[in-house]
C-alpha cells in the first residue's frame, strides 16, 4: 500500500469459502458477526474481531443470499429454492419456505418484523417466521428478480429489463411506483439509503444512479448517475460491473465494488469520490459494513465477466475504515 494507506488496519479472514462468495452480511446487533454465502453450498458464520469462523450450515445448492434479523436469527437462499433460517447461537437451521425458481435475494423488514424474498420464478414473496403459517403473500413481479432491498417501510425491487418497483411493506398488494431504471443497461443490485428517502442502484455497465422515492420536482431534480469502475489501459477504456453496493449506517455515504477489484467510497449528497482503496486481488463480489460503521467487510471472488480463467482464491477482507466514510462539509463563499 500507498502513502497513508500504509497503516491502514485491514486483514483476511482465515478459512474463506471454496467457491464463489455470493453474498456478506454483518449482525444488526453484534458488530463483529458477519455471514456469507457462497456457491459452495454453505452459509458461514465469521467472528471477525478474532479471525474465527464460528460455525457453518449448508443448502442443496448454491447460496446466492444471506442476511442477518437480529442477533439471533439470519435467513438465506438461493438455487435449490429453499428460504432457511438458522439460529445464529446453536446453528440449527429450518426451512421456512420456498419458491418455484431459485431465491435471489433476501432481506429483513426490521420495522415489521417479516422476512421478504425475491426469486427468478418473477415473485417477491412475503413471510411472517413467528407464525406457524409463515408466508404472508406472494405478490407476481414484472420479470425475474435480480436484487431487492427494504428501509423502514419501503422495498425496492429490480428486474430485469431495467424494471424497478416500489412497494409499502405495509400494504404489498399495491405497487407504490413502478419504474424503468435510469440506467441502460442490465442492474447488478440495490441499496436503501439508511434514511429511507432513496435508493442506489448499479448496472453491469460501470455507472451507479441515485435515484429518490419522493417524486416531486424538487426532490427530483436531486437524482443523478455517474461513471465508475473503469480501468484505461493502452488508450483502450475498460468498463467493469458494479457489483455491490453498500451504505454506512451512520452517516449515509456508501461504498461500491467493481469487477475491477476496486472499492470505492462516495459522499451521495455532494456527488462527490472520498476515497478509493488499493486494489484487491480480483472482483468485488459483496460489500457489507458493521452495524456501528467501523468496519467494512470486502468479498474478493472473481465474478466470471472475463469468462473462464484462472483466477485468485475467494476471500473475504475486514477493513477499519476512517474519515473517509464521513460526508465532506460544502463550504460556500460569502
Known amino acids: 500500500m500507498q502513502g497513508s494507506d500504509a497503516a491502514v488496519y485491514q486483514w483476511e479472514l482465515a478459512e474463506p469459502p471454496s467457491d464463489g462468495i455470493s453474498a456478506i452480511s454483518f449482525s444488526s446487533g453484534d458488530p463483529n458477526l458477519l455471514y456469507a454465502s457462497s456457491w459452495d453450498k454453505k452459509v458461514r458464520l465469521y467472528d471477525v474481531t478474532n479471525n474465527q469462523l464460528r460455525s457453518s450450515y449448508q443448502h442443496k445448492a448454491a447460496v446466492l443470499d444471506v442476511c442477518f434479523a437480529d442477533s439471533n436469527t439470519a435467513y438465506s437462499g438461493g438455487l435449490d429454492r429453499t428460504l432457511k433460517s438458522v439460529d445464529v447461537a446453536t446453528n440449527v437451521d429450518a426451512s421456512v419456505g420456498t419458491h418455484d425458481e431459485a431465491i435471489r435475494s433476501v432481506v429483513f423488514a426490521k420495522q415489521t418484523g417479516q422476512v421478504l424474498t425475491g426469486s427468478w420464478d418473477k415473485s417477491v414473496k412475503m413471510w411472517d417466521p413467528r407464525s406457524n403459517d409463515s408466508l404472508i403473500g406472494t405478490y407476481d413481479q414484472r420479470d425475474k428478480v435480480f436484487s431487492m432491498d427494504v428501509a423502514q417501510y419501503m422495498l425496492v425491487v429490480a428486474m430485469a429489463g431495467r424494471n424497478v418497483d416500489i412497494y409499502d411493506i405495509r400494504n404489498m398488494s399495491q405497487i ?5 431504471s435510469s440506467l441502460k443497461f442490465m442492474t447488478r443490485t440495490v441499496k ?143
Open 176 to 180: 407504490v411506483q413502478q419504474r424503468t
Open 192 to 334: 436503501c439509503m439508511p434514511n429511507g428517502q432513496g435508493y442506489a442502484g448499479s448496472s453491469i455497465e460501470g455507472r451507479v444512479a441515485v435515484e429518490f422515492f419522493d417524486m416531486s420536482e424538487e426532490v427530483q431534480a436531486k437524482k443523478y448517475a455517474f461513471k465508475c469502475h473503469r480501468q484505461t489501459t493502452d488508450g483502450i477504456e475498460n468498463i467493469y460491473p458494479v457489483n455491490a453496493l453498500a451504505f454506512h449506517p451512520i452517516f449515509g455515504t456508501f461504498a461500491s465494488g467493481g469487477g475491477d477489484g476496486c472499492v470505492s467510497i462516495w459522499d451521495g449528497e455532494n456527488r462527490k469520490r472520498n476515497k478509493m482503496y488499493p486494489r484487491y486481488p480480483t472482483s468485488i463480489s459483496a460489500l457489507s459494513f458493521n452495524s456501528d460503521g467501523k468496519l467494512l467487510a470486502i468479498a474478493s471472488s472473481y465474478t466470471y465477466e472475463e469468462g473462464e480463467k484462472d483466477h485468485p482464491a475467494d476471500s473475504i477482507f475486514v477493513r477499519a475504515v476512517g474519515d473517509e466514510v464521513k460526508p465532506k462539509k460544502v463550504t460556500t463563499s460569502t
